[in-house]
T-cell receptor, first 117, second 115 residues
Framework: AQSVTQLGSHVSVSEGALVLLRCNYS??????LFWYVQYPNQGLQLLLK??????LVKGINGFEAEFKKSETSFHLTKPSAHMSDAAEYFC???????????????FGTGTQLKVEL | DGGITQSPKYLFRKEGQNVTLSCEQN?????MYWYRQDPGQGLRLIYY???????QKGDIAEGYSVSREKKESFPLTVTSAQKNPTAFYLC??????????????FGSGTRLTVV
């Protein structure tokens, strides 16, 4: 069964500092991996996704993530944090349909990012 | 504009009552999903439907029911059997090209509170 672990339920950074949100996955086959962002009382918005093409994936709002199979990781980074980045971030995994994954997403427990002046 | 509409945004339920949360999409997506979100627990799958008139239980289906009579609509009923229904409920849909191409589109959620 697939699963996702997000280390750190709360991360605080200064404006302009590097953002690093950690995600490790468990999957029996090469997975599809996603990062979503959620602002208060809203739905989830896709930031970026890895679907077995390039291992370094660039997303919206200056975020990127690198798929590292050897470390089973898909950490999210942004070189310089902005106040508008304050939100909750979710990592998610899906197994391909042919392996029985059925296109279902399994989410991590989320990381709340706080950006301070 | 195409998207997913969830209503109402806020819903209050008395103990012992059934309530129905609405989810409508005009994206022509085949698959639809219901997730429950609780603080510190991420999103957990309640039910999903890959085609009209068919649906499957997710990880936490007890106390919930769904129907999929139309492609555009996937309502969720929270029954009195659900002992702890207070949560944020999110509906999502996915196109037929697969998750790797179309991903999920989420609605803006319904916050249900038991009073």
């Amino acid at each position: 069964a697939q699963s996702v672990t997000q280390l750190g339920s709360h991360v605080s950074v200064s404006e302009g500092a590097l953002v690093l949100l950690r995600c490790n996955y468990s999957s029996s086959v090469p997975p599809y991996l996603f990062w979503y962002v959620q602002y208060p009382n809203q739905g989830l918005q896709l930031l970026l996704k890895y679907t077995s093409a390039a291992t370094l994936v660039k997303g919206i709002n200056g975020f990127e993530a690198e798929f590292k199979k050897s470390e089973t990781s898909f950490h999210l980074t942004k070189p310089s944090a902005h106040m508008s980045d304050a939100a909750e971030y979710f990592c998610a995994v899906s197994e391909p349909v042919l392996t029985g994954g059925g296109n279902k997403l399994t989410f991590g427990t989320g990381t709340q990012l706080k950006v301070e002046l | 504009d195409g998207g997913i509409t969830q209503s109402p945004k806020y819903l209050f339920r008395k103990e012992g009552q059934n309530v129905t949360l609405s989810c409508e999409q005009n994206l022509n997506h085949d698959a639809m999903y219901w997730y429950r979100q609780d603080p510190g627990q991420g999103l957990r799958l309640i039910y999903y439907s890959q085609i009209v008139n068919d649906f499957q239980k997710g990880d936490i289906a007890e106390g919930y029911s769904v129907s999929r009579e139309k492609k555009e609509s996937f309502p969720l009923t929270v029954t009195s059997a659900q002992k702890n229904p207070t949560a944020f409920y999110l509906c999502a849909s996915r196109g037929s090209s697969g998750i790797e191409r179309s991903g999920y589109t989420f609605g803006s959620g319904t916050r249900l509170t038991v009073v």
